[in-house]
T-cell receptor, first 112, second 114 residues
Framework: DQQVKQNSPSLSVQEGRISILNCDYT??????FLWYKKYPAEGPTFLIS?????DKNEDGRFTVFLNKSAKHLSLHIVPSQPGDSAVYFC???????????FGQGTILTVHP | DVKVTQSSRYLVKRTGEKVFLECVQD?????MFWYRQDPGLGLRLIYF???????EKGDIPEGYSVSREKKERFSLILESASTNQTSMYLC?????????????FGPGTRLTVL
């Protein structure tokens, strides 16, 4: 049972435009959400996180939005750059649940 | 900078062999994790450990075991490798606290079982 789902396997965006990556979850115990970025032949690296007490967290070009009622989060990248081309994983966890559960990943390609 | 290293980047083994994947972290982290990454399935947790000699099953522990004799080292063992264990294996560590703290990943080991 996939508790964290990224329904778009891939996304293609023009440089300078906005990239929006989506993630849905089913477990109501999740109260902490993270996005990781992975380049080929490297391990995932932490990008940004959000706690369930917030609905938005911003870090430079990256913003994560959380809609608890819809059990949905999204990552916005503005403006997108070719160096952002990578696989993006969303992950969810909870203080009472423990450990992280990852989504399937979305391959983002930013064209110059 | 946190560094997580894995013993091999690429490994080829035969069905039935015993396989050891080693992971070492240099930041004195209490928590360590083993995941496998497969296309369309994302990262799935195999085992994790929150202290020396402690281990907990993740979501897909079948066919695997782990060992944590020292704080900095976490080993994943495939007792009898099978072709369905061909995958990318990722090790991660995180400091003490909740298990949802940011995890730091190694570069991965791509294992092929023939």
């Amino acid at each position: 049972d996939q508790q964290v789902k990224q329904n778009s396997p891939s996304l293609s965006v023009q440089e300078g435009r906005i990239s929006i990556l989506n993630c849905d979850y089913t477990n109501s115990m999740f109260d902490y959400f993270l996005w990781y970025k992975k380049y080929p032949a490297e391990g995932p690296t932490f990008l940004i996180s959000i706690s369930s007490i917030k609905d938005k967290n911003e870090d430079g070009r990256f913003t994560v939005f959380l809609n608890k009622s819809a059990k949905h989060l999204s990552l916005h990248i503005v403006p997108s750059q070719p160096g952002d081309s990578a696989v993006y994983f969303c992950a969810a966890g909870g203080t009472s649940y423990g450990k992280l559960t990852f989504g399937q990943g979305t391959i983002l390609t930013v064209h110059p | 900078d946190v560094k997580v290293t894995q013993s091999s980047r690429y490994l080829v083994k035969r069905t039935g062999e015993k396989v050891f994947l080693e992971c070492v972290q240099d930041m004195d982290h209490e928590n360590m994790f083993w995941y496998r990454q497969d296309p369309g399935l994302g990262l799935r947790l195999i085992y994790f450990s929150y202290d020396v000699k402690m281990k907990e099953k993740g979501d897909i522990p079948e066919g695997y075991s782990v060992s944590r004799e020292k704080k900095e080292r976490f080993s994943l063992i495939l007792e009898s490798a099978s072709t369905n264990q061909t995958s990318m294996y990722l090790c991660a560590s995180s400091p003490a606290g909740t298990l949802t703290d940011t995890q730091y990943f190694g570069p991965g080991t791509r294992l092929t079982v023939l």
